[in-house]
RNA sequence: GGCCCGUUCGUCUAAGGGUUAGGACACCACCCUUUCACGGUGGUGAUACGAGUUCGAAUCUCGUACGGGCUACCA
């Protein structure tokens, strides 16, 4: 059978595109791509106070870099749309009518005083959380309290109203969950939750199961988060559709942040970015960094994100997105949550740079650099200098700590590394390695060469005019390889260098 | 409070009745390197607790504790 996953976002990225999101996103994707299947994105904006203008192209363009392009969507088309929940808003409420007169659901007119006021009164320190359940719904004023004729009434007056699921008194809905086997819920226990809006559109408990029918899903995955409103599904599907059409459920365990479930706060709390992509609120203006913005590629994101709750069985980390797909199975999913580790998170941005081939790291080392102003003009020199940096970036902005310097001579140098042990002796043989390199052979083995031979010649340890070497060509205590350097440098430039130094330290 | 889910090194995890409980990140030490890293070698470090089943339990069962989620006309 030809299987079909879907995943749906809230208008708001907070909503849906932290690690949490992305990772049901991926899991999502990795399923159907498996087994040959399609996925499906779904925009379920029926919450207008919650909707972020910009949010839906940032969630496209988000799916677009991590590489987990949707086969039917919005933007991607199909021929089960629409697939905005507001353009379908019309079919809702006949599915939730079909329901009121099967006996399965119900009108209600109470008001959210009505509802604050039934809430205070039954609030006590054992049940600090009153719901609108069986033991109240006939104290409320719905269609199951008034008339037939009443609610006749009510409803051709147009008097604001909800339907809701009239939970049965006494049953167990068991269903089994791909990941956690057997769950049983007594419906006594939940509440008659609210399938229709006042406003008409429906709630995400009554969309997704219309939705999921219309759309033919197969498979619906989603946060454990939804697994206590999983008997409301279930039930739903009962009535409407018959249990032997409805979709294969796996709740994915949560992502947590140091205390609990990670939020969006917590990136700016820990200091980690939570977003895949940037993200600036319209209404705060506040940025969420990104962990694209922060310089990871998104290979090692998808990769980072896979392990966080799956693995193969073996002692593989590092997967390509292919091989996650051949290699993915829900069986192996956990079910437990799993705490994010950013320091494990850049180990695999380590290792994933490392893999990469200079050439798929030049364009975006390049828009680093020009985004620092930084020119480069010289494309083969800047080959050269990926591939003898590229080891010791973890972060892609780490390029331009790496190797700025081969492109532009260092803006101050740390002449107190340098000046405590400076003397004339050191000063006249750099004067002289300047003259030298004119015939060096121009390799950085050759350059070595003549500088310790030089070295030795003027009878002063090759070790302590390395440093300052380095001083003059980087500016500060770090890099690849002294010699290196000089040799990408050219001649003219680490002769120009070495004496702009020699002045300063004097 | 109620309901649901969960519990192996600090973190991510392997081991689906028999292993000195394995790997990775982080941390520490040493090596490499007269920069900073990378890399290499080694080390510290875990089955929440209590019963039960069994010749044998991290693994199965029950209880306890702890953690998390949900408890909206939000998703």
Same mark, same amino acid.
């Given at each position: 059978?030809?299987?079909?996953?879907?995943?749906?976002?809230?208008?708001?990225?907070t909503g849906g595109l932290h690690l949490g999101g992305v990772r049901?996103?991926?899991?999502?994707?990795?399923?159907?791509?498996?087994?040959?299947?399609?996925?499906?994105?779904?925009?379920?904006?029926?919450?207008?106070?919650?909707?972020?203008?910009?949010?839906?192209?940032?969630?496209?363009?988000?799916?677009?870099?991590?590489?987990?392009?949707?086969?039917?969507?919005?933007?991607?088309?199909?021929?089960?749309?629409?697939?905005?929940?507001?353009?379908?808003?019309?079919?809702?409420?006949?599915?939730?009518?079909?329901?009121?007169?099967?006996?399965?659901?119900?009108?209600?007119?109470?008001?959210?005083?009505?509802?604050?006021?039934?809430?205070?009164?039954?609030? &006590?320190?054992?049940?600090? $959380?009153?719901?609108?359940? *069986?033991?109240? !719904?006939? #104290? /409320?004023?719905?269609?199951?309290?008034? %008339?037939?004729?009443? &609610?006749?009434?009510?409803? $051709?007056?147009?008097?604001? *109203?909800?339907? !809701?699921? #009239? /939970?049965?008194?006494?049953?167990?809905? %068991?269903?089994?969950?791909?990941?956690?086997?057997?769950?049983?819920?007594?419906?006594?226990?939940?509440?008659? #939750?609210?399938?229709?809006?006042?406003?008409?559109?429906?709630?995400?408990?009554?969309?997704?199961?219309?939705?999921?029918?219309?759309?033919?899903?197969?498979?619906?995955?989603?946060?454990?988060?939804?697994?206590?409103?999983?008997?409301?599904?279930?039930?739903?599907?009962?009535?409407?559709?018959?249990?032997?059409?409805?979709?294969?459920?796996?709740?994915?365990?949560?992502?947590?942040?140091?205390?609990?479930?990670?939020?969006?706060?917590?990136?700016?709390?820990?200091?980690?970015?939570?977003?895949?992509?940037?993200?600036?609120?319209?209404?705060?203006?506040?940025?969420?960094?990104?962990?694209?913005?922060?310089?990871?590629?998104?290979?090692?994101?998808?990769?980072?994100?896979?392990?966080?709750?799956?693995?193969?069985?073996?002692?593989?980390?590092?997967?390509?997105?292919?091989?996650?797909?051949?290699?993915?199975?829900?069986e192996r999913v956990h079910s437990a949550g799993a705490k994010f580790?950013?320091?494990?998170?850049?180990?695999?941005?380590?290792?994933?740079?490392?893999?990469?081939?200079?050439?798929?790291?030049?364009?975006?080392?390049?828009?680093?650099?020009?985004?620092?102003?930084?020119?480069?003009?010289?494309?083969?020199?800047?080959?050269?200098?990926?591939?003898?940096?590229?080891?010791?970036?973890?972060?892609?902005?780490?390029?331009?700590?790496?190797?700025?310097?081969?492109?532009?001579?260092?803006?101050?140098?740390?002449?107190?590394?340098?000046?405590?042990?400076?003397?004339?002796?050191?000063?006249?043989?750099?004067?002289?390695?300047?003259?030298?390199?004119?015939?060096?052979?121009?390799?950085?083995?050759?350059?070595?060469?003549?500088?310790?031979?030089?070295?030795?010649?003027?009878?002063?340890?090759?070790?302590?005019?390395?440093?300052?070497?380095?001083?003059?060509?980087?500016?500060?205590?770090?890099?690849?390889?002294?010699?290196?350097?000089?040799?990408?440098?050219?001649?003219?430039?680490?002769?120009?260098?070495?004496?702009?130094?020699?002045?300063?330290?004097?």
């Amino acid at each position: 059978m030809a299987k079909k996953v879907r995943v749906r976002f809230a208008p708001s990225p907070t909503g849906g595109l932290h690690l949490g999101g992305v990772r049901t996103v991926l899991y999502n994707y990795l399923f159907a791509k498996k087994y040959g299947g399609d996925f499906l994105v779904r925009i379920e904006d029926t919450d207008q106070s919650r909707y972020v203008a910009g949010a839906e192209e940032y969630i496209f363009d988000t799916l677009k870099w991590c590489g987990l392009q949707p086969d039917e969507s919005v933007q991607h088309g199909g021929s089960y749309g629409p697939y905005r929940q507001s353009e379908r808003k019309a079919s809702y409420r006949q599915y939730a009518e079909q329901l009121v007169k099967d006996g399965y659901a119900y009108y209600a007119f109470d008001t959210t005083e009505d509802l604050e006021k039934m809430r205070l009164e039954h609030k &006590t320190e054992q049940n600090p $959380s009153p719901q609108y359940d *069986h033991t109240v !719904r006939m #104290k /409320m004023s719905n269609s199951l309290v008034l %008339s037939t004729e009443e &609610t006749q009434n009510k409803l $051709s007056e147009g008097t604001r *109203h909800v339907i !809701r699921i #009239k /939970m049965p008194e006494q049953e167990t809905v %068991s269903f089994t969950d791909m990941i956690r086997g057997e769950i049983h819920f007594e419906t006594s226990l939940v509440d008659d #939750k609210v399938l229709l809006k006042a406003d008409g559109m429906p709630t995400y408990h009554l969309a997704v199961v219309v939705d999921d029918h219309l759309m033919q899903i197969s498979h619906a995955f989603r946060g454990e988060e939804w697994l206590p409103s999983a008997p409301v599904h279930i039930l739903l599907w009962k009535y409407l559709f018959g249990l032997e059409h409805m979709p294969q459920w796996a709740h994915f365990p949560l992502i947590l942040g140091p205390n609990g479930k990670l939020s969006k706060r917590d990136g700016a709390k820990y200091g980690f970015p939570v977003f895949a992509m940037n993200w600036t609120d319209p209404k705060t203006n506040e940025l969420i960094e990104g962990f694209k913005e922060k310089g990871f590629l998104p290979d090692a994101f998808i990769n980072l994100l896979a392990l966080l709750g799956w693995n193969d069985g073996s002692e593989q980390e590092i997967f390509s997105k292919e091989e996650l797909v051949e290699k993915f199975s829900m069986e192996r999913v956990h079910s437990a949550g799993a705490k994010f580790d950013y320091e494990k998170a850049k180990w695999f941005n380590h290792e994933w740079i490392k893999r990469y081939e200079v050439g798929s790291l030049k364009s975006e080392v390049k828009t680093l650099f020009s985004n620092n102003n930084i020119t480069v003009s010289d494309d083969a020199l800047l080959e050269k200098v990926i591939s003898l940096v590229k080891d010791r970036c973890h972060l892609l902005p780490d390029f331009v700590q790496q190797s700025s310097f081969f492109f532009q001579a260092p803006a101050t140098l740390d002449t107190d590394a340098v000046k405590p042990k400076w003397n004339e002796d050191k000063k006249n043989f750099f004067i002289a390695y300047a003259e030298k390199l004119g015939s060096t052979e121009w390799n950085a083995a050759g350059l070595e060469n003549s500088f310790k031979d030089l070295a030795t010649e003027k009878s002063i340890k090759p070790g302590e005019l390395q440093l300052p070497f380095r001083i003059m060509l980087v500016g500060g205590k770090f890099g690849p390889p002294v010699f290196h350097i000089a040799e990408l440098l050219g001649k003219d430039e680490t002769v120009s260098r070495i004496n702009t130094a020699i002045n300063l330290f004097s």
